[in-house]
């Protein structure tokens, strides 16, 4: 059947514009890094005449740039690394364990953490950990590893589903231990979901506003970039080269992962949701 001309033309319409929406907020960052302030006021949305790297050279020099960017990459590092041991361990367990009535209750406890809005357990975040006198980078680690394990587990639990049972009874029978069989076995057939989860949760850590917020007001010493950003643009708000600047600054490292990893999270996302 072929496939109607109208319809076909609507698509690529479609797709240019969303297409759109992405890339044009990319080049008006760029082209005002790239800008004088004198260059700017002449031309907004041109292209730079020129390459001119004093915005970058500026932020990197005031406002505690490598303070606030070693702040990100420790929470984001150590997040992730905790991240990649919990919820392999705990989704393996509950994917072996299905028939039992405690784990059963164990993962769908879990999974309703994922209809619960944040901003209904922001005032109670904020109480509780200014009372463990955890408003720091400590107790927002420990957020994000909470928080994550929801996401986490189910895609992780839909993963495992389709690893066979054989293999552990086959461990078992050539004397591996349930360890030796979730480490050596299970664990390397997991990369593919354990990629895909890692990505996603970079993407939010280092991105995130809300719980740097609530929880690194107590010194800018804490910050990352994120509230860097926020703090920056009301600073220099008659600037707006070097926050843009900042901007793209802070987008490099982000940008640089997601670019090598992107070709897992469609396939990890599909084998862990819907298999």
Not at 37 to 56: I, M, W
Not at 127 to 132: A, C, I, T, W, Y
Not at 192 to 214: E, Q
Not at 262 to 267: K, L
């Amino acid at each position: 059947m072929r496939a109607n001309p109208a319809l076909q033309i609507l698509k690529f319409f479609f797709l240019v514009f969303g297409a759109l929406l992405i890339v044009f907020p990319m080049y008006v960052t760029v082209s005002l890094a790239l800008k004088t302030t004198e260059e700017s006021t002449k031309s907004l949305l041109g292209f730079p005449s020129h390459v001119y790297l004093g915005n970058f050279k500026k932020v990197l020099s005031t406002g505690k740039f490598t303070i606030f960017l070693s702040n990100s990459v420790l929470i984001t590092v150590v997040s992730l690394i905790v991240m990649m041991i919990i919820i392999p361990m705990a989704s393996f367990a509950i994917s072996r364990n299905q028939k039992s009535k405690m784990f059963s209750f164990f993962f769908y406890f879990i999974l309703f953490g994922i209809f619960v809005p944040f901003q209904v357990i922001m005032l109670p975040v904020l109480k509780h950990m200014s009372n463990l006198n955890l408003m720091n980078q400590l107790g927002l680690i420990i957020m994000y590893i909470a928080l994550s394990i929801t996401q986490g587990v189910f895609l992780s639990v839909g993963f495992l589903k389709n690893v066979p049972m054989e293999l552990d009874e086959a461990s078992r029978i050539d004397g591996c231990n349930i360890w030796d069989t979730f480490t050596r076995i299970i664990y390397p057939l997991m990369l593919p979901i354990i990629v895909t989860i890692l990505i996603l949760n970079s993407l939010w850590i280092w991105n995130d506003f809300n719980l740097p917020l609530i929880l690194l007001n107590k010194h800018s010493n804490y910050w990352t970039l994120p509230l860097f950003i926020y703090n920056f643009k009301s600073e220099y708000s008659f600037d707006y080269n070097l926050a843009f600047a900042g901007f793209f600054l802070t987008m490099i490292p982000i940008i640089i992962l997601y670019s090598f990893m992107q070709r897992y999270i469609i396939s990890g996302l599909t084998e862990g949701a819907l298999k």
